[in-house]
């Protein structure tokens, strides 16, 4: 059996200042990633109590997924590129309508590396959404530096500040 790696202690105090959150303001969570594979949900329901305030994560990682699950429209991928702040604003639209007792959404779309990137998006850009209601959407185009784990660990902490800027 391999060693799994702990998620860093900052990432697990985020999380559970992300669940605290959540429940003071009696609001569930969906996730929508593409580049983290997952990780955003699994950083949070690694901390025992979280169903409570997680409903689900979906992991769309090619085009075809986000538009088959999360309605991304053609168009707008072929506008904008999978890698674009309108993108993960669709994403994230699409994640609240497929878990509908969620009340907020997160949706990341990037490009971890080491390869992928080109001159307009190298490796390590980001782009993030966070949707609630009927609010306007945060969403903001990052630019996160390392090889592929830093990126996905600082996309997931990133993604962390942003919920909780949402709910305060």
Same mark, same amino acid.
């Given at each position: 059996?391999?060693?799994?790696?702990?998620?860093?202690?900052?990432?697990?105090?985020?999380?559970s200042e992300v669940l605290?959150?959540?429940?003071?303001?009696?609001?569930?969570?969906?996730?929508?990633?593409?580049?983290?594979?997952?990780?955003?949900?699994?950083?949070?329901?690694?901390?025992?109590?979280?169903?409570?305030?997680?409903?689900?994560?979906?992991?769309?990682?090619?085009?075809?997924?986000?538009?088959?699950?999360?309605?991304?429209?053609?168009?707008?991928?072929?506008?904008?590129?999978?890698?674009? &702040?309108?993108?993960?604003? &669709?994403?994230?639209?699409?994640?609240?309508?497929?878990?509908?007792?969620?009340?907020?959404?997160?949706?990341?779309?990037?490009?971890?590396?080491?390869?992928?990137?080109?001159?307009?998006?190298?490796?390590?850009?980001?782009?993030?959404?966070?949707?609630?209601?009927?609010?306007?959407?945060q969403r903001e185009t990052a630019h996160f530096?390392?090889?592929?784990?830093?990126?996905?660990?600082?996309?997931?902490?990133?993604?962390? &500040?942003?919920?909780?800027?949402?709910?305060?």
């Amino acid at each position: 059996m391999a060693d799994v790696p702990a998620v860093p202690r900052s990432l697990s105090d985020q999380a559970s200042e992300v669940l605290q959150a959540l429940r003071s303001r009696g609001d569930r969570l969906v996730t929508a990633e593409s580049c983290t594979g997952g990780l955003i949900a699994a950083t949070l329901t690694a901390l025992a109590g979280s169903s409570d305030a997680v409903e689900g994560g979906l992991v769309t990682y090619s085009n075809a997924m986000k538009m088959s699950v999360l309605d991304v429209a053609e168009t707008t991928l072929a506008s904008h590129g999978a890698v674009s &702040e309108t993108v993960a604003v &669709e994403m994230a639209m699409g994640a609240l309508g497929c878990a509908q007792d969620a009340t907020i959404a997160v949706a990341v779309t990037g490009i971890a590396g080491p390869g992928g990137g080109t001159e307009a998006k190298p490796v390590g850009t980001v782009c993030l959404c966070v949707m609630q209601g009927a609010k306007t959407p945060q969403r903001e185009t990052a630019h996160f530096a390392g090889d592929r784990e830093a990126v996905r660990l600082a996309t997931v902490s990133r993604a962390f &500040e942003m919920i909780l800027k949402a709910l305060s």
